[in-house]
């Protein structure tokens, strides 16, 4: 079955660019969409269809995806970044949708 | 602006069964495709199924075929998530979701907005 990989944690500092990957089989095919989650709350998409942003969400998150790969990309890193990412796609083969499992990024 | 607002925590038996609410505002449900996922504690996410209006039917994930029920009551705008046969690895935050699906293809859903979460602990 199809599977999203994501590394564990990653660590930036303020000011720094912050990169979070998604892996999988030909991802680069698929929407894949992105979600901030910070302790006690609910998710919160950040981008959607690879690279667009809903109304709110700065423009220092940015999609990308191609080939294995699935990106999301955050520049000038703020201490209020710091938070779970989660990528998340739709598995036709299976007929559900599937969750990375998480990132968890520290802003030093 | 939509709106999900979710039943409150749950404390139940191993056996037993829980159904969370989920009460949309600011439009309607019929409208709407809701969605279930859940959260272990330290965990990641974890999708239970929703609505395909690609197909006009409610999908469930395979591991929760058989166990778990999610309904509308559209005259109240209230979605429910039912779930029976409760383990203790079962005990998890639950969310209710709002899918979108462009031009009806369920392979770009994605979910916006979220309920605040149900905590449901599952302990004898």
């Known amino acids: 079955s199809y599977v999203v990989t994501q590394p564990p944690s990653v660590s930036v500092a303020p000011g720094q660019t912050a990169k979070i990957t998604c892996g999988g089989d030909n991802i680069g095919h698929k929407n894949v969409n992105w979600y901030q989650q910070k302790p006690g709350q609910a998710p919160v998409v950040v981008v959607f269809?690879?690279?667009d942003r809903p109304s709110g969400i700065p423009e220092r998150f940015l999609g990308s995806n191609s080939g294995n790969t699935a990106t999301l990309t955050i520049t000038r890193v703020e201490a209020g970044d710091e938070a779970d990412y989660f990528c998340q796609v739709w598995d036709a083969a299976t007929n559900r949708v599937l969750f990375g499992g998480g990132t968890k990024m520290t802003v030093l | 602006q939509v709106h999900l607002v979710q039943s409150g925590a749950e404390v139940k038996k191993p056996g037993a069964s829980v159904k969370v609410s989920c009460k949309v505002s600011g439009d309607t449900l019929r409208r709407l495709s809701i969605h279930w996922v859940r959260q272990a504690p330290g965990k990641g996410l974890e999708w239970m199924g929703g609505?395909?209006?690609?197909?006009?039917?409610?999908i469930y994930a395979p591991k929760f075929q058989g166990r778990v029920t999610m309904t509308e009551d559209t005259p109240t705008d209230t979605a429910y998530m039912e779930l029976s046969g409760l383990k203790p690895d079962d005990t998890a935050v639950y969310y209710c979701?709002?899918?979108?699906?462009?031009?009806?293809?369920?392979?770009?859903?994605?979910?916006?907005?979220w309920g605040q979460g149900t905590l449901v602990t599952v302990s004898s």
């Open positions: 269809e690879d690279r």
């Open positions: 609505f395909n209006p690609e197909d006009d039917e409610t």
């Open positions: 979701s709002v899918a979108e699906v462009v031009r009806g293809v369920i392979s770009t859903v994605w979910f916006d907005p």
